[in-house]
């Protein structure tokens, strides 16, 4: 479990979270390359001393939690002893996709992946991140590095391609459609 955050840290999360919120909402509105970090830090209510404090670049706002989602999924994954990895890797994955389609602000943001080329760059070297802890899973878990490397690239694979349909296709369930595909994965 997360321990809580003390008065400061619940205010820079808050802060963080306003700022990604703000950054996505113009980028929606305004357009991305429209927006200056000034307009972003503007919206919400601070400066942009403040904003770069938080985030190195606008692209950055629109990723408030990816280290910390990287985290949980290490961390959920080093507590798994079962003998086969891929069902607590399967169900972490499916988890995930549906916690970002069930997030207002996310799903903005992935409906801006077709429109923001430097977002979507963005969201595909952030699945990096993800494919190095699950590769690293996988190895600690006896799996030869290729095999590793395959399943880790065709989990996130199928986790952007529910999420990607998703978006164009709110009719899709990306939870549902990650599930099945995932269960092919041996």
Same mark, same amino acid.
């Given at each position: ?22 950054? &996505? ?5 305004? @357009? ?7 307009? &972003?830090?503007?919206?919400? @209510? ?5 904003? !770069?404090?938080? !985030? ?69 070297? @952030? ?47 990306? @939870? ?11």
């Amino acid at each position: 479990m997360k321990p809580a955050l003390n008065q400061r840290d619940a205010q820079k999360d808050a802060t963080r979270r306003a700022l990604s919120g703000a950054a &996505i909402d113009l980028f929606t509105t305004k @357009g991305f390359d429209e927006t200056r970090v000034e307009d &972003i830090a503007a919206a919400a @209510g601070v400066t942009s001393r403040t904003f !770069f404090l938080h !985030f190195p670049t606008k692209e950055a706002a629109a990723f408030p939690d990816h280290n910390e989602r990287v985290d949980a999924l290490a961390d959920a994954l080093a507590t798994d002893d079962s003998p086969d990895p891929l069902p607590l890797l399967r169900e972490l994955i499916v988890l995930g996709v549906r916690a970002t389609s069930g997030s207002r602000i996310r799903a903005k943001r992935y409906r801006l992946f077709n429109e923001i080329e430097a977002l979507r760059h963005r969201d595909v070297l @952030g699945d990096l991140d993800y494919e190095r802890v699950i590769v690293d899973h996988l190895m600690s878990r006896s799996v030869d590095e290729f095999h590793a490397r395959v399943l880790a690239v065709s989990i996130m694979g199928i986790a952007r391609s529910a999420l990607t349909t998703w978006a164009h296709d709110p009719s899709c369930d990306p @939870g549902n459609a990650a599930e099945a595909a995932l269960e092919q994965l041996r």
